[in-house]
T-cell receptor, first 117, second 116 residues
Framework: AQKITQTQPGMFVQEKEAVTLDCTYD???????LFWYKQPSSGEMIFLIY??????QNATEGRYSLNFQKARKSANLVISASQLGDSAMYFC??????????????FGTGTLLAVQP | EPEVTQTPSHQVTQMGQEVILRCVPI?????FYWYRQILGQKVEFLVS????????KSEIFDDQFSVERPDGSNFTLKIRSTKLEDSAMYFC??????????????FGDGTRLSIL
């Protein structure tokens, strides 16, 4: 079974509009972290935002926010006021923490976002 | 802002040859990782390294792979006898002490490895 599922292979959004990128996850670990990374066409991986499973509030970081719905096991990324430079591949990733035994990130397949002028 | 640096940015190697990918993690980070991304696919974990030893490795990380921290700054990934299917982008990442669980892993820009 997929641990991280990103069901949108590609998305279009108009410049200055908001966009939501979906991410659902599957884990039986009560303690985990969820991350979003941006990968522009140049290839580097840029950390955007983090949500911990015990965090009471949804994470926010500038124009990025996380719509975390724990019961639904979803951690959708919301980008407000889209800019042309937001065009990139976006990956959702999870770290399960079995009592601190692992730090590896498990990635989804990504969503390619294209911001249109 | 400090960053993870990787060299070379692109490596072309004949099948069967050994290749070493180099990384300089962020200086106060204690955990180091290698991931790979085959073209058009998702990022896959290879290995994590802490306190001068491997802390976890994936099924991909077989006997052909090894990692080393030869000095206080570099972190290397060696592939002993490369195969065509090793062609991928290889990312190095590092993170701070992980007792605080919200420490993100910071990635380098990657090394694109092409096996001919």
């Amino acid at each position: 079974a997929q641990k991280i599922t990103q069901t949108q292979p590609g998305m279009f959004v108009q410049e200055k509009e908001a966009v939501t990128l979906d991410c659902t996850y599957d884990t039986s670990d009560p303690s985990y972290g969820l991350f979003w990374y941006k990968q522009p066409s140049s290839g580097e991986m840029i950390f955007l935002i983090y949500q911990g499973s015990y965090d009471q509030q949804n994470a926010t970081e500038g124009r990025y926010s996380l719509n975390f719905q724990k019961a639904r096991k979803s951690a959708n990324l919301v980008i407000s006021a889209s800019q042309l430079g937001d065009s990139a591949m976006y990956f959702c990733a999870m770290r399960e923490v079995y009592g601190g035994a692992t730090n590896k990130l498990i990635f989804g397949t990504g969503t390619l976002l294209a911001v249109q002028p | 802002e400090p960053e993870v640096t990787q060299t070379p940015s692109h490596q072309v190697t004949q099948m069967g040859q050994e290749v070493i990918l180099r990384c300089v993690p962020i200086s106060n980070h204690l955990y180091f990782y290698w991931y790979r991304q085959i073209l058009g696919q998702k990022v896959e974990f290879l290995v994590s390294f802490y306190n001068n030893e491997i802390s976890e490795k994936s099924e991909i990380f077989d006997d052909q792979f090894s990692v080393e921290r030869p000095d206080g700054s570099n972190f290397t990934l060696k592939i002993r006898s490369t195969k065509l299917e090793d062609s991928a982008m290889y990312f190095c990442a590092s993170s701070k002490e992980d007792r605080v669980r919200n420490q993100p892993q910071h990635f380098g820009d990657g090394t694109r490895l092409s096996i001919l």
